[in-house]
């Protein structure tokens, strides 16, 4: 919904610099629509009002949309491989323990050490646990989220970038710009939201 208001605001794809608010209209109702499925979450939110733009330019559109969105996509970005990269740790620790422990329960097969007999149980649940830490990581998938939000963030700082670069900057640069950008945004939340409908159904 918020990119079809940018959008319409700036004159940006699938609108024109004329574009009618009935045209506006139509397209958020159809927004709603196929969102329908997702209502039974909204349900359960409150949801802060918000004062909605009447109008944008550059700047404003700059601060409010792309500077915000990259502010939130780099420290996400860097708050998913820090935890990828703890459970990679856990999981070279947890193989690491389950090797010693292996090696301890052969010797005592070779000596008949019963003490060290008792060790043979937790080599099985030591492995067990590497296992279930790697189904963790391949699932949660923290790494590629990562690189996706920090990819996203570099796009968008590209285009903003590039966009502040041009000397003159028509209505029609500035369209383009918005259309670019929410279709780097799109992208992204296309994307997570199609991984948080498949990991729903798994519940």
Known sequence: ????????????????????????????QAVK??????????????????????????????????????????????????????????????????????AIASVAFVTKSHWIRGLGPWVAVVTSAGAAVTAHLAAMRYEQDAMIYLGTAANLANLRDTFLAISENQQSDFAKFVNDCENVISTENGAWLAEWMRDSSKK
């Open 1 to 28: 919904m918020t990119s079809t208001i940018y959008r319409y605001l700036a004159g940006a794809p699938p609108f024109g610099s004329n574009a009618r608010l009935e045209e506006f209209v139509k397209r958020c």
């Open 33 to 102: 629509e196929n969102a329908q499925d997702l209502n039974v979450y909204v349900a359960s939110i409150e949801v802060a009002s918000i004062d909605r733009p009447v109008q944008i330019d550059a700047e404003t559109y700059i601060a409010n949309r792309v500077n915000d969105q990259i502010d939130y996509y780099r420290p996400q970005a860097m708050g998913k491989a820090r935890i990828g990269r703890r459970l990679h740790d856990f999981e070279f620790t947890i193989g690491m323990l389950s090797v010693v422990l292996g």
